[in-house]
Structures are given as structure tokens and as C-alpha cells.
């Protein structure tokens, strides 16, 4: 097969494909227009921060919160003369909410059941039943298991357990809707063995080096868990300080290492996760050791050579650990989620997920060097998730029901420059996650391969390699999709991707062509399946004349119906949520 080539934007503009005419290829590419036209509807002041909170009012309805959020944005667009882009078609929307919430696509039957609903609730309702459906908790134990512990040995040997045991671990809780205080307390504290707590592997992932036993510091460094506990779970970057205080804002070192000491009681009998490719998974057991650093001091070494000590010390407070026989982990839990930074850090994760952009930029850098672009409402909203029991599903009904969530990727002459996009005028392209990717093709294509569980999770298995080396990368950070040669070699290639749709038997093209019969419900069909969305009357006056006009004809009949599957399916329309 030869690669179909992009043209800047959205295009996708040539390549001929299973040998059927270079025409209809040429038509059936020509689906990305749609993105744009369905537009219809002394101390440091770090540290300082860390303590202090804007006042904002709590306690409001749900109504109420989502008014709030309508009225702060609005109030930034009035400031800067902007007028936000129209709101987005229902198919779009649909498919938009689909992806954000359960990591998929949504289903012709999801699409023809949202749509009968009344036009002024439907939306509200979809919500409502995307965070009830069985795919909620699964696809944020994706998200989170990323985040936690990075793609990183994900699908090779040992640690491939070691994160599916986290991911079981985490579908559990969010199935539960736990409060994510509740979630963030028994990552930070959990203890037990990998095969019967899967919340180990957080700490057990994250522990760094050895560290001599002669110095009584501990077992090991604990460096990989402090920089990522506090960008997580603060939004606070500390990992630049652990050599030396920051050259550009006034982060000190001794924030590093005071948050760092609450770690070096931390034991890990059984060892550390063996990375290696052909490693045997082993349970693996973490638990806290009052004998390992019982005086809790450690040692640093800043830039000057000067070697420094310190003890668990939160962010330069002048907390000290009130009894020796302390647990340090359940402290500094109890630190981290009475912090005014914790609501704030989740919910400015949570906004970059669905917006595609955080208040901040990055998400996990709060500070005066990089103040939020609408503060008020970070600190409004942060206010009202704390006061509901840090409550996810709630949080996210607020998000997903604002103007703004429901607002076209199109942009016009007051929003289309690239400064303005941290005031949420308009919604920004996002990427699909491999987990994203993944998911979606297997409701696409509805293919054999995928109904075996076992097979399915081989499939998943070799399919996330190849999805993560051009898609995302180990840490967890989504490649920005730009139609590059190399994304679309590797989706238009695959055989598994070719053998998902050319099924004579099964799968969507040929059950599809079974029921539908008419060249008009086809199209439409395998259009709502792959984009969510019917063709425009361009296409399907063009594609329609050429499935008519076409001078070869496979005997079966289905050739022709698989390759504009397979473009669908490899158009940047389908890999992007708009």
C-alpha cells in the first residue's frame, strides 16, 4: 500500500489505496473540511503561595458553579475583545465528550439515541451518562496510570504487571467515584505487596537509588517520587532544585530535600521492579521502616560543594514531625491534601485535559513566574471541588456543561491567534492519546481480532508500542499531532489495521454493506462509525458518482466500501478531537 500524503491544516490528498481509482480516494479524503464547517451550534514567593488561597465563595449549586464559569470566561473575552467561535454541532460535541470522559468514540446507536433527545437537556444528559458508563473508570485509570508511574515498560516484561496492577487498582477507585483526596492519601501511604495493593507500584515505580547503608538515610534516594509527588499532586516543579536553588524564580533546594526526608523510612524488602525486557514479575512488597533514618536528617550537597542537612520539613515550614515514631508518609499526605495547592493542581490538570490547555502553561508549574490566565476562576472553582468532597465526576459536570467546553475548534479574526488561547474563546485540537487511539479503533472497526479478551490484550499490547513511539512518549506527554510522514506510515500501514477492516464475514464494512443494502446508507453509516458524524453533501455527491462511475467493480462488492473505511479511519479528522 502506498502512504497517502498531508497537505498543511487538515487535508489528507493523495495516495492510492488496495487499487481501487485514484478518484474516489481523492473524494473520500476530502473529510476534514468538516472540522471547520460544523461551527453551527525573603520567602520564597512559591512557598508563600503554597499556603495562601484568594477567597472565593463556596457552596454553590451545580447550576450556580457552571453560571460561574460561563460569567469569569465571559468577563476575560469582554476584557480582551474577543468573541467566542459558535458552538459546536451535536455530532461533534457527542464525539467530543466520548473521547474526554470514557477514552472512546461514541457508536452510531449512542449518536441516533443522543440526537432523540430534546435539543435543550441532551447534552446535559450525555454527560450524565458517559460518567455512569462502564468505560469511565477504565479510561481514568488510563490517564492516571500514565501519570503515575509513565508508559515506561508498560507492555515489557515484569512492569507490564506492575502497571495493570495500578490500573486495576485505580479503575477500582474511580469506579467508585473515591474522593480523589481519598485516592492521592492511599498513593502516598499505601504499603502491602504489589499482587494484593496495586497503589504500591506508585512508590515502588519512583524509588531511585540505593542509597549506602553506612549513612542510615534510608534505603534509597527517593529523588524519581519527591519531583513527581509535588508536580502531581501541587502542581509544584521541584525537580530543578534538587541540585540547586532555582536561577529563575525563588525556589530553594531545601524544598526539595525537606519533602524528600518524609520518604527515607520507605523499605522495599523484595527489592525494586527489575526494568530489564525479560524480567519474571515477582510480588514486590513495600512497607515503612522506623528503624531506616530514625533521627529523619539527610544530606545534600548544593552547587557551592557545601554539604547541607536537612529533616521533613514541608515547603520551608516550620512544621517539625511531632514524634519520632511518626509515619512520615501519612504526614506529609495529611500536608499535601490540606494544601490550598492540591484542589487547585487537580482541577488545572483536569482543564488541560478537557481544553486542551491549562490555566497555567505547563500545568504543574504554579508560582509568580507563571501566573494563572484566569485566576479568579482557578481559585472559585478549586474552592467549590474542595468543599463537594473533591468529588471527580463532579468536577467534571461543571466543566463539560460551561459554554466553553461547548464551544467549535474553528476560530475567527478576534480568537485565531495563538496568545489568546489561554482564554478558552475557542476549543483547541487535541491530539488522541494511544490509549484513545487504541480504544476507538476497536469500536470503529468492530473487528474479529478484538473479541477474544486474550487477543485483544496481545493486540493492545503490540499496538500501544507503536502508538506510543509516534504518539505519545514514556513520560506521558501526547505528541501534538501534525500530520507528519512518520504518523501516518505507521497508521496507514498496519496490517492489523488492514486486517481490522477487509473482513468479508465481519467487522463494520461488512456487516454494514449485509444491512444497509443502499450505496447512501453505507456511506452514512461507515461516515457516523469512524467521524461521528454524516458526510457533507460535497462529499457524498462526490463519492456517490464515483461508486457509481467506477469502471472496476470487486465481485463481492465490499472493496470499494473498505478503502473509504480505511481512509476515514486514517484521516486527521479521526486521529484529532476537535
Not at 473487528?447 to 485483544?456: G, I, L, P, Q, T
Amino acid at each position: 500500500m502506498i502512504a497517502c500524503a498531508f497537505e498543511p491544516g487538515l487535508r489528507p490528498v493523495n495516495g492510492p489505496c488496495w487499487g481501487w481509482p485514484i478518484g474516489i480516494l481523492a473524494a473520500v479524503l476530502l473529510v476534514a473540511p468538516a472540522l471547520s464547517a460544523q461551527g453551527d451550534e525573603k520567602e520564597s514567593p512559591k512557598t508563600s503561595n503554597l499556603r495562601k488561597s484568594r477567597p472565593a465563595l463556596v457552596g454553590s449549586s451545580d447550576g450556580e458553579i457552571i453560571q460561574g464559569i460561563n460569567s469569569k470566561l465571559a468577563e476575560k473575552w469582554k476584557e480582551n475583545k474577543l468573541a467566542p467561535s459558535s458552538r459546536v454541532s451535536d455530532h461533534e460535541f457527542i464525539r467530543r465528550a466520548s473521547l474526554d470522559i470514557i477514552g472512546r468514540i461514541a457508536t452510531p446507536k449512542e449518536i441516533s439515541d443522543f440526537l432523540k433527545e430534546p435539543d435543550g437537556t441532551r447534552r446535559a444528559r450525555l454527560i450524565d451518562r458517559l460518567l455512569n458508563a462502564k468505560e469511565y473508570a477504565s479510561n481514568w485509570a488510563n490517564i492516571w496510570t500514565v501519570l503515575l508511574m509513565t508508559r515506561s515498560g508498560a507492555t515489557e516484561g515484569a512492569t507490564r504487571i506492575y502497571h495493570e496492577q495500578m490500573h486495576q487498582w485505580l479503575e477500582d477507585e474511580f469506579a467508585a467515584n473515591k474522593s480523589w483526596k481519598e485516592i492521592t492519601i492511599n498513593l502516598l501511604t499505601a504499603s502491602g505487596k504489589t499482587n494484593e495493593n496495586g497503589a504500591v507500584n506508585y512508590v515502588l515505580s519512583q524509588l531511585g537509588e540505593p542509597v549506602p547503608a553506612d549513612t542510615n538515610e534510608g534505603m534509597y534516594t527517593m529523588v524519581p517520587l519527591t519531583s513527581r509527588t509535588t508536580r502531581l499532586f501541587l502542581g509544584v516543579q521541584t525537580q530543578c532544585t534538587q541540585c540547586h536553588d532555582h536561577p529563575f524564580n525563588s525556589g530553594k533546594q531545601q524544598n526539595f530535600w525537606g519533602i524528600n526526608a518524609f520518604f527515607r523510612q520507605v523499605n522495599a524488602p523484595k527489592g525494586r521492579p527489575d526494568t530489564t525486557a525479560r524480567a519474571m514479575a515477582r510480588p514486590l512488597e513495600l512497607t515503612d521502616n522506623l528503624q531506616l533514618n530514625p533521627g529523619g536528617q539527610i544530606f545534600y550537597e548544593n552547587r557551592k560543594g557545601l554539604v547541607l542537612p536537612s529533616k521533613p520539613v514541608f515547603f520551608l515550614d516550620k512544621f517539625r514531625l511531632p514524634d519520632p515514631a511518626t509515619n512520615r508518609r501519612q504526614e506529609l499526605a495529611r500536608l499535601v491534601t490540606q494544601n490550598s495547592f492540591f484542589g487547585k493542581a487537580y482541577v488545572n490538570r483536569m482543564w488541560l485535559h478537557f481544553f486542551g490547555r491549562s490555566f497555567t502553561n505547563p500545568v504543574d508549574d504554579f508560582g509568580e513566574h507563571n501566573e494563572p490566565s484566569a485566576p479568579e476562576l482557578l481559585d472559585e472553582l478549586s474552592s467549590e471541588f474542595v468543599h463537594y468532597g473533591y468529588d471527580s465526576k463532579r468536577l467534571i459536570r461543571w466543566i463539560c456543561n460551561s459554554d466553553a467546553y461547548n464551544l467549535s475548534t474553528v476560530a475567527n479574526k478576534s480568537n485565531e491567534k495563538s496568545d489568546v488561547e489561554p482564554l478558552f474563546s475557542r476549543m483547541l485540537l487535541k491530539a488522541l492519546t494511544p490509549e484513545q487511539l487504541f480504544e476507538s479503533l476497536i469500536v470503529a472497526t468492530q473487528a474479529e481480532m478484538f473479541e477474544s479478551k486474550d487477543n485483544r490484550k496481545k493486540l493492545r499490547e503490540k499496538w500501544m508500542k507503536d502508538l506510543t513511539a509516534n504518539f505519545g512518549d514514556d513520560e506521558g506527554n501526547e505528541v501534538t499531532f501534525n500530520g507528519t510522514v512518520v504518523q501516518a506510515l505507521m497508521m496507514m500501514n498496519g496490517s492489523d489495521l488492514n486486517g481490522a477492516i477487509s473482513s468479508k464475514e465481519k467487522g463494520t464494512v461488512a456487516l454494514t454493506y449485509v444491512t444497509k443494502k443502499n450505496p447512501k446508507a453505507i456511506m452514512d453509516h461507515l461516515y457516523l462509525t469512524a467521524l461521528n458524524r454524516l458526510p457533507t453533501p460535497n462529499e457524498s455527491e462526490r463519492i456517490l458518482r464515483i461508486v457509481r462511475s467506477a469502471p472496476v467493480k470487486s465481485k463481492d462488492g465490499l472493496s470499494m466500501w473498505q478503502d473509504l473505511f480505511w481512509a476515514l479511519l486514517n484521516s486527521n479528522e479521526f486521529v484529532l478531537n476537535h
